[in-house]
């Protein structure tokens, strides 16, 4: 459970408190540090690939970026899998799936039960606009979310690992979402499954210099209910929340003509069941 940006060990223990008071349930707390620039170019430098990465200018996924950088966001990624890793042999076996999600997440229903997710697809929720397309795509896959089998997570949640080793599939200016599209789907032949979104980015206050949308309020990016990061978000996924939540229940269910994944093929996503909700009302 990672959090970036605190600059003192009284702040990250602090931090761990908090979160350790507002979820109990948590196993492990680890605060992480985001690395600066000039480290990033150091751990490469050492990898021998900064100047093949220098040379292909991948946008966000290169250390000459100087905001919104995505490798910060790797290399945490990569430390929770060490983390997993190490809890996997404290506990003598490995983990059957993994589900990695940003921190600012508000999530508004529950998400399909596992045994609706095919484990043999990495699964990425969608805020589905008028054509059909997934809003938060942008020419690749959205980052946000995702449910992983274990051996997909060494592919997801090690990115960092292989843009250091130099065998990550990377073209010219790529963003962070084309990068995860390629490296699942062409480099590793992963296929992916998609269900519609039922969370989004959370209010944030100005001061903490949140990305990814801004209200007219001057101290927020927020929106009047003081939930959501902006109204497009909000818009977009209460429709499905609001097909899940009929009177106080929430519920998925397989499509009417499921049939079972396979590696290459496109999976049946679950969709909302307002019928089984209205009968366990």
Not at 19 to 34: C, G, I, N, T
Not at 269 to 278: G, K, L, R, S, W
Request: with cysteine.
């Amino acid at each position: 459970f990672f959090s970036g940006g605190l600059a003192t060990e009284q702040h990250r223990a602090s931090a761990r408190t908090r979160l350790a008071e507002l979820l109990p349930s948590l196993v492990h707390v680890e605060v992480v540090v985001d690395a600066s620039r000039e480290q990033l170019i150091r751990d490469l430098e050492a990898s021998g690939m900064l100047g093949y990465y220098y040379l292909n200018g991948a946008h966000v996924v290169s250390p000459k970026t100087t905001s919104d950088n995505q490798l910060h966001l790797y290399r945490k990624q990569s430390l929770c899998m060490d983390i997993i890793a190490g809890r996997e042999v404290e506990r003598g076996r490995r983990y059957d799936r993994i589900i990695f999600s940003r921190i600012d997440y508000h999530w508004a229903a529950p998400l399909p039960p596992l045994h609706l997710l095919d484990p043999l697809f990495v699964w990425i929720d969608c805020v589905r606009v008028a054509t059909g397309e997934c809003w938060l795509d942008r020419g690749g896959l959205d980052d946000n979310f995702a449910v992983l089998s274990r051996d997909h997570a060494e592919i997801y949640m090690r990115r960092w690992d292989y843009v250091q080793e130099g065998v990550a599939l990377l073209l010219p200016y790529m963003t962070g979402h084309m990068f995860l599209k390629a490296m699942l789907e062409v480099q590793h032949q992963v296929s992916v499954g998609r269900f519609l979104s039922v969370a989004g980015m959370a209010c944030c206050r100005a001061a903490w210099d949140c990305g990814h949308g801004w209200s007219r309020e001057k101290r927020f990016n927020c929106t009047t209910d003081g939930l959501w990061r902006t109204q497009a978000i909000a818009e977009l996924v209460l429709p499905t929340v609001t097909r899940l939540h009929t009177g106080r229940c929430a519920g998925w269910r397989r499509p009417a003509k499921w049939r079972a994944g396979a590696a290459g093929r496109t999976p049946e996503p679950p969709v909302p069941d307002e019928a089984a909700c209205m009968r366990r009302a």
